[in-house]
């Protein structure tokens, strides 16, 4: 079984429209969960870290669930610039050298 | 935020030959450095994990001595892939820790493409 399982995508939705992806991990000693977000071909880029109790940052909001080891990013307004690919990050370990990948989650906005 | 630079790429080779890409980190000291290859449409894999001044730890399958890791300084780490074979051919990218930080900084990537 994979560290950190999302859904390919790839989700296709209108501009404006609000767009949730989810994110499971096995491991149930993870310690930190991020959102990145990956343009073709580019670096990945830390989109918003997740706590426990969610965060909000503008139009995203990450949520937690331990109890069932799951992630959720969830999108309002989708812009077009907000096409990419967006990976699940789980961090566990001794020193938190342990950094787990999603295979991402393709999300285009359409005009 | 932080800033990792990561040179070459992009780098075109013949096959059996080596190819040094460098990882830099310009505004902090880097303890801990990390190595990933991705291929098209596929998720980051973990390669290594180098620490300042101590031999590099290998994920499983990773073979060592192709991929030789250097970390001399708290601010450069360089993966050498030897004697290059297409199936080398790939995105590897860098990231770098800030101390005992938990977020992630990240290279630009080198694209490899192994003729």
Request: hydrophobic content about 35%; some cysteine.
């Amino acid at each position: 079984r994979k560290e950190v399982e999302q859904d390919p995508g790839p989700f296709n939705v209108p501009e404006g429209a609000t767009v949730a992806f989810n994110c499971t991990y096995s491991n149930s000693a993870s310690q930190s969960f991020f959102w990145y977000r990956q343009d073709c071909r580019k670096e990945p880029k830390l989109l918003m870290s997740v706590y426990s109790s969610g965060n909000e940052d503008g139009r995203f909001t990450a949520q937690l669930n331990r109890a069932s080891q799951y992630i959720s990013l969830l999108i309002r307004d989708s812009k077009l610039s907000d096409s990419a690919t967006y990976l699940c990050v789980v961090n566990y370990g001794y020193n938190f050298n342990k950094f787990y990948f999603g295979s991402g989650t393709k999300l285009n906005v359409k005009p | 935020g932080a800033v990792v630079s990561q040179h070459p790429s992009w780098v075109i080779c013949k096959s059996g030959t080596s190819v040094k890409i460098e990882c830099r980190s310009l505004d902090f000291q880097a303890t801990t450095m990390f190595w990933y290859r991705q291929f098209p449409k596929q998720s980051l894999m973990l390669m290594a994990t180098s620490n300042e001044g101590s031999k590099a730890t290998y994920e499983q399958g990773v073979e060592k001595d192709k991929f030789l890791i250097n970390h001399a300084s708290l601010t450069l780490s360089t993966l050498t892939v030897t004697s290059a074979h297409p199936e080398d051919s790939s995105f590897y990218i860098c990231s770098a820790r800030q101390g005992a930080g938990e977020k992630l900084f990240f290279g630009s990537g080198t694209q490899l493409s192994v003729l």
